[in-house]
Structure formats: C-alpha cells, structure tokens
C-alpha cells in the first residue's frame, strides 16, 4: 500500500485540538499513520496513511463534526503567507502547488510529498516515515500535557536537552554547542534582538539552569525521548555510513554562512572540519538533533520559538557547568 495523504485545512494558529481530534484515526489503521503541521496551500494538518483504513468516509466522520463544532475563524494575509510559503518552498526544496489557498475548515485529500530527494534516497524516507509514525503517538500524550496546563516551551527544552544528553558526545556539555550555532544564526538575521533574550534569560536563569540539571539527572520525559531515538540511531549511522541518509546541519544555519564571531571561529576550525564533522558521532547526533526538532513542530512550536530555546539552552549550560561555545569554536576545551 502507498501512502495516503488527507489535508486538514485550518487557518487558526492554534491546532491542538484539531490534532488531539485525529487520535482514533491514528490509533485505528492496521498500518503506520503520523501527523504535521504544515503551511503549503495555507495553514493546515497533514495526516498520512500507508493502509487503507480509516477511509476517507471514516475520517469525514470524525473531522466534519468536530470541525462544525470547532471552526476556525482565523482571517490570514494571503499575499504575506505567499511570499513566506515562496522562501520555504525554495529553502525545503518542495515542488507543488502552493496555490490556490485552500478554504478554512475543509478536507481535501492530496497527493504524498516525497523527501527522498531531500533525505538521500528511500531508505532514508522509510526511517523518516517510522520516526514520524512513532513520535505522533507520543506527541498526543505531549499535547494532552499540554492542555492540562504543562508548559509547551519547557516540554520542548526537555527534549533538546534530552537528545544532547543522551547522543552528543561529551553529553550536554559537548551537545549544546549545536544550540549556540542554531541561536546564533537566527540572531545574525534579527537586529536588536538579542538584547531582548539576553534580558530575557537572565530573568529566568536560575530556573533554566536548574531545568536543564533536572533533565541531564533523569527525569521521566527527557528518559523516554533519549529511548525513543535509540530505536532510530543504529539504523541512522548504517544509512548515513552508506551515503543513503543525507545529514545537514539541524538547524537555519544549514543553508547560509552567518557572520558572527562563533560562525567565524567555527569555519577558522580546521579540525571541527576535518574531524568532528565528519565523524559518526557527530553524524548521528546531527540527524537526531534534526528529528528532535521536527518532534517540536509537531508540538507547535515554530521557527523562533526554537532559536530562543536553543540561545536560553546553550546559555544555562554555559553558566551551569562552566563552559564557553565559542571557545570550543576556537579550538578550545
């Protein structure tokens, strides 16, 4: 059986319950199922089968109701939303349609995406379609967290902070080096906004620093993640070995070279290139970093949301355990 893929077009920003509303039909076919939020045509949620159940007719009995019940009513600027769709398209390397718009609260079913030219090949895309299909069974509960009152931004730092624990090597304070570069390019391209986080951490440092201390100890969330990508990390370095899983940098510095004083000590590194970029170590906690962080889209936290847990995050583990991301940039310890 091919995939499946059913568009749930719905223009408010908030999609938790939207999701939470999918469950049974995840928990119901035979074969794998996942979800994502995405933005092609318009805000919406893709849920993707590879069986043919449930039926459309069975995921029209499930949604319709529940979208009469609760419509969004969400006004969107077209024209804005485009141009933005128009930079990712380029940047995600995705050729389809983004127009026309689909209407707010509709189901539409379309046509799978492949990411096999992205990923590296098939292999690649079958490991995706298997960490997908089980990170939305988790994401589920994550969201029942969630609208139980958990905070969704400290439920993601636990998952960041988890995987650098558990796969970089040196642990966290080898791992968070990877935050500070994911920070750092997202602030080269937002003057004057660094300021703000900076105010921003140091309000809430005391906290930050003894989350991330609670995570590296063991706390239930942060166990349960690093397990469930223990399940994709052999497969991963046998793919990436191969030359059939494509790693890029997990983070929006992938695809620009941003000129700040860490970028510019990095690319000075000649042995973070010859060496630790190179080695299956780093391989594989770049891949598990990347599929960490599509768990946080999953969760609804978007673009910016991310670069401020990675500058909060690279910033507790400085002050925590006494370490500088921009010394070990240098070549330092």
Do not use: K
């Amino acid at each position: 059986m091919s995939w499946r893929r059913v568009d749930v077009a719905y223009h408010d920003p908030d999609l938790d319950g939207l999701i939470l509303a999918t469950r049974p039909l995840l928990a119901g076919t035979p074969g794998r199922g996942w979800f994502q939020r995405h933005w092609v045509r318009g805000p919406h949620l893709e849920l993707w089968f590879d069986a043919a159940q449930p039926s459309w007719e069975r995921i029209r009995d499930v949604l319709e109701p529940w979208l009469r019940v609760n419509p969004s009513r969400a006004r969107i600027d077209r024209d804005r939303l485009l141009a933005q769709h128009r930079h990712l398209a380029a940047a995600e390397r995705i050729d389809e349609p983004l127009l026309p718009f689909y209407a707010d609260n509709t189901l539409h079913r379309a046509a799978p995406r492949s990411r096999a030219h992205v990923l590296g090949g098939p292999a690649a895309e079958e490991l995706f379609h298997d960490f997908h299909t089980t990170a939305s069974a988790v994401a589920y509960d994550e969201l029942d967290a969630v609208r139980a009152g958990e905070s969704r931004l400290v439920m993601a730092l636990d998952l960041m902070v988890a995987a650098a624990h558990a796969h970089a090597e040196g642990g966290v304070r080898g791992g968070f080096v990877s935050f500070r570069s994911h920070a750092e390019a997202f602030l080269a391209s937002a003057p004057g906004l660094r300021e703000r986080w900076d105010a921003e951490y140091a309000a809430r440092a005391g906290a930050l620093r003894a989350r991330i201390t609670a995570v590296v100890a063991g706390i239930p969330r942060g166990r349960a993640w690093a397990g469930l990508l223990d399940r994709f990390a052999d497969r991963g370095d046998e793919l990436i070995a191969s030359g059939a899983l494509l790693v890029e940098p997990a983070g929006p510095d992938a695809v620009a070279r941003p000129d700040t004083a860490f970028h510019r000590a990095l690319r000075g590194n000649r042995t973070w290139h010859e060496e630790v970029l190179r080695s299956a170590p780093f391989r594989r906690y770049r891949l598990l970093l990347n599929l960490t962080y599509l768990q946080l889209s999953r969760l609804g936290v978007n673009a910016v949301q991310r670069a401020l847990l990675c500058h909060f995050a690279a910033s507790a583990v400085e002050q925590e355990y006494g370490v500088s991301a921009i010394e070990i940039a240098m070549g330092g310890a």
